[in-house]
């Protein structure tokens, strides 16, 4: 998160290692040469929300485990597949 940055003109995302335009300082997709961060892309705002996470979210993940309604999607998989495993949990409500 702390290294993402986007196309001003068109909004398309970047990042620092992982994904960086094909020419430096010019979007692969529009040609536009001003890029932006979000104010929020910093590792204090990265902590503070996985600790939220961990406080919030995770006793959640537990709880409707141990009342077996908890359905989990693999959202590493292709978009093809996540909307398909999205729409047969939905489809069993």
Do not use: W
């Not at 992982?18 to 529009?30: F, M």
């Not at 932006?36 to 990265?46: P, S």
């Not at 995770?58 to 989990?72: C, N, V």
């Amino acid at each position: 998160i702390t290294g993402r940055f986007t196309c001003a003109e068109c909004g398309e995302g970047y990042h620092e290692v992982y994904k960086r335009p094909k020419q430096d300082g010019v979007c692969d997709k529009c040609g536009s040469t001003q890029f932006k961060r979000r104010d929020d892309d910093n590792e204090e705002t990265v902590r503070r929300r996985l600790k939220a996470y961990h406080e919030l979210t995770e006793p959640l993940i537990s709880y409707y485990a141990q009342t077996g309604k908890l359905r989990t999607v693999d959202g590493m998989a292709d978009i093809a597949t996540v909307n398909r495993q999205i729409e047969e949990v939905l489809s069993a409500l």
